[in-house]
């Protein structure tokens, strides 16, 4: 008996890819400041060497959708504004090895809120 695909696990969270991949990488994870990056020449997050869990690949070519998918795993779709993917970076939230990077309000904050909304 067929049962169709598997459903995905409960929380999971998986917005828009395309939104991920043309807005979010480059603005929000890789932005051009790369006091503002999470993979910048320090690589904190990069795969290669970086801290944490979080860990992107930043080989060319970038691997987006392996990227996207270790993103996800730092999101909370059911309250955005509390993905530890917003919260860590944000200026006054969670404790942040690399520091804060942006502040409430910030363009970068509503970039990423704005993924929700896709």
Known sequence: MDLGDAPPDPGTCRPDFVYYRDVIWPEYLAPADTSKSC???????????????????TQDPIDQMTNYQTVTRFLNCGSPDSSALLTKPLSGLDSHGGGDLFDPGSQSEMTFLTWFEQ
């Open 39 to 57: 993979v910048s020449q320090t690589g904190c997050h990069d795969a290669a060497n970086g801290r944490s869990s979080f860990r992107l690949d």
